[in-house]
């Protein structure tokens, strides 16, 4: 009889616990939706769309074990084959992909950075009124096999002796990223002198052909961070918003090796009237040395076959640059170096009077324009990280609120509150 009564009694309270258990788990699937999509944006607005590929690719290597990373590997295969399906235009990553032994050219820049507080000036720099001084320090020769710079006095003119011999690999930490064939033709040989400063930079440069130059600009900024330095110079759709001279400015292909952070771009640039505007193919390269706290970027011209050269416009084929990033401390705390070292040949005879005008107004412009749109995106990303924890606090809220409710436990609690009173009376 007891039995009976308890089979009964399951039988009239199915529905309702079935209706209260459904009502549960969606408002609990609900919840859990929301959060993960606010946290996705949440994560985009902070590191961009390629630090959130970087981010998913190490949690990926380190979290994932079978039978889910098989299941991840399927997916991610399917979706390589679709990229490499995209990509078959007859641009081959293997073969034109930048090298890591580009950033070796960065030793002296960095050393440069590290000796500041003990910079003097010579005797040009000196005559040109320079904050810094970069030519003892870049022109040191070095004989054959030896790393350390030779200190006699007859070194400039010992045939054992040349720039190029100082050069040492930076053994960065690169991880399992691809070495790259595609090295940058610098004359390394050729002396570093004094050109100009203005405000906070500081501007060398080195002849590499007859009338052509290459530059290089060191400049620090005390208030803005590493990482929004870098996210503002390779985010495209960012810089699209702060850089008008930038009239065109488009992604062609992304190399599909994990941790290479290589991108093939088209870039046009507008030019003062009376002038046809440069347009350029590049690929571009960086990486991040976590335990060197460096990070570098690299750019070299390229070739595409869906991006011709079209006329009414100059093609630079002939441009490579390299930039070294160093942190007061971290990627994420204000304060930063850096060193700028870029050449690119127009291809078509310019004035001197308009190369000093790109070189003295232009480039001074263009990296002062470059620190205002850091600023500006880190108050946005601020902005959006406050209403982003804001918007947290109030689902926390509201799902405390419909767990109280919604919960068949909480229910049955609720009625037997409500029934003590009536049973009083």
């Known amino acids: 009889m007891l039995f009976n ?70 997916a991610v295969g399917l979706v390589g084959l679709n990229i490499k399906r995209m990509g078959s235009d007859g641009f081959d990553w293997n073969k034109e992909r930048l090298a890591l032994s580009n950033f070796d050219l960065c030793r002296r820049d960095i050393e440069f950075i590290n000796a500041l507080p003990n910079n003097q000036l010579c005797d040009r720099c000196q ?34 002796t ?56 060191y400049a620090r900024f ?57 347009d350029y193919v590049y690929c571009r390269r960086y990486i991040k040395d976590d335990n060197k706290k460096l990070i570098f970027i690299c750019n070299r011209g390229a070739t595409h076959n869906t991006y011709p050269a079209l006329s009414g416009k100059v093609r630079v084929t002939d441009y490579w640059s390299l930039m070294v990033i160093k942190p007061f401390r971290g990627f994420h705390e204000p304060g930063l170096h850096f060193v700028l070292t870029y050449f690119d040949d127009p291809g078509i005879p310019i004035p001197q009077n308009i190369k000093s005008w790109v070189t003295q107004k232009q480039m001074p412009e263009f990296l002062t324009k470059m620190y205002v749109a850091t600023k500006n995106y880190a108050c946005s990303r601020a902005i959006k990280m406050k209403d982003m924890f804001h918007g947290f606090a109030l689902i926390n809220d509201e799902y405390t609120a419909n767990e109280q409710r919604g919960s068949w436990l909480g229910s049955l609690s609720r009625r037997k509150v409500n029934s003590k009173p009536e049973a009083g009376r």
Not at 200 to 215: K, P
């Open 162 to 217: 040349s720039i190029s011999n100082c050069l040492r690999p930076l053994d960065l930490d690169v991880r399992n990223a691809p070495a790259g064939t595609v090295r940058i033709q610098a004359q390394d040989d050729q002396k570093w002198e004094p050109y100009f400063s203005k405000n906070e930079f500081s501007i060398w440069r080195r002849q590499e052909r007859s009338s052509l130059y290459s530059y290089k600009v």
């Open 222 to 278: 005390d208030d803005i961070t590493a990482d929004d330095f870098l996210h503002v110079q390779t985010d495209l759709d960012y810089r699209r918003q702060w850089d008008d001279t930038a009239l065109r400015l488009e992604l062609i292909s992304e190399d599909p090796v994990p941790g290479s952070n290589s991108h093939l771009i088209y870039w046009e640039m507008q030019w003062p009237r009376l002038f046809a505007n440069r």
């Open 127 to 160: 005559a040109k009124k320079m904050k810094y001084c970069y030519c003892q320090l870049g022109n040191q020769r070095c004989k054959k096999g030896q790393s350390q710079p030779s200190t006699s006095k007859e070194a400039e003119t010992d045939p054992d």
């Open 5 to 74: 009564r308890f089979v009964l009694a399951i039988k009239n309270q199915s529905r309702e616990t079935l209706r209260a258990w459904s009502y549960q788990c969606e408002s609990i699937f609900a919840q859990r939706s929301r959060r993960v999509q606010q946290l996705f944006s949440f994560y985009q607005s902070v590191y961009g769309t390629q630090g959130l590929k970087q981010l998913w690719r190490a949690y990926y290597r380190r979290e994932l074990q079978p039978p889910l990373r098989g299941m991840v590997m399927s």
